[in-house]
């Protein structure tokens, strides 16, 4: 999505990662456009606790229960700041949640959501096929971006942050970055005083990392009518493929 940010990555070994839960039921509203269940999502790795990137998460969880009251917790993998909003965010009374250290427990006493406290840095096994790892990125504290590998493909995911070098060692050779562009270097200013990246700096990650496309996404609404000046800007410094995602955006590498 452009604004409010959720990913699917489709892992070529089956399994299906969310990479964050955006707000409100997009994520369910679009996943059932797009053929998926929220008993799909086993794995969510979230970059960061601002509402466009986690709010989605109780709508989620509650499905998941609905559907199948049996369903394993969903092992939901963050930075320990991230996790306490999140704890925060599920433990409002009306949810019927009860929030411990661990994550979050059903009124029926069955565990719904596993916190997965990850340090930068460490590769953690999110299935015998997949593997992922983080790095802290500049954006607000605990803020992380994501490396997801399985059967020779990774994909890498910024989250938000303002120009992070630290990125293109996280994502050197990966099949695919995901990098936020808020907007052009022109208003580079802009994009630094809200804690974002510009075009430019996503593309000179990509160049960096040497990675084999770059998607821009959440990009700022003055360019979500015409999106050029953001891949032609990207393409100027990085000589790959350069896409600019939308809502439902699928794929394939
Ligand atoms: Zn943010
Ligand atoms: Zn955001």
Do not use: K
Not at 38 to 48: K, M, V
């Amino acid at each position: 999505m452009r604004n409010h940010t959720a990913i699917v990555v489709d892992c070529p070994t089956g399994e299906r990662i969310l990479l964050d839960a955006a707000s409100g039921n997009t994520v369910l509203r679009h996943g059932q456009a797009l053929g998926m269940s929220p008993t799909d999502f086993d794995h969510c790795l979230l970059s960061h606790s601002h509402p466009d990137h986690c709010e989605g998460l109780p709508h989620i969880e509650m499905q998941r229960g609905r559907r199948n009251p049996a369903e394993q917790p969903m092992q939901l993998y963050g930075s320990e700041r991230a996790l306490a909003d999140i704890g925060t965010l599920l433990a409002l009374p009306t949810r019927g949640l009860a929030v411990d250290a661990d994550g979050a427990v059903r009124r029926d006493g069955r565990r719904s959501i596993t916190f997965r406290p990850t340090d930068p840095g460490d590769w953690v096994q999110l299935t015998p096929g997949v593997r992922a790892r983080c790095t802290e990125v500049n954006h607000i504290g605990g803020a992380l971006a994501w490396r997801v590998e399985s059967g020779g493909h990774a994909v890498v995911f910024s989250g938000d942050t303002r120009w992070c070098p630290e990125l293109a060692e996280l994502a050197q050779g990966a099949t695919l970055l995901i990098h936020e562009a808020f907007c052009t270097d022109e208003d580079r200013s802009r994009a630094d005083n809200v804690a974002h990246a510009t075009a430019a700096e996503a593309g000179r990650i990509a160049q960096m990392a040497g990675v084999g496309s770059l998607t821009l996404t959440h990009i700022d609404n003055a360019f979500h009518a015409d999106t050029e000046p953001l891949a032609a800007e990207a393409r100027s410094v990085y000589g790959g493929p350069v896409a600019v995602a939308e809502d439902c955006w699928q794929q394939r590498v």
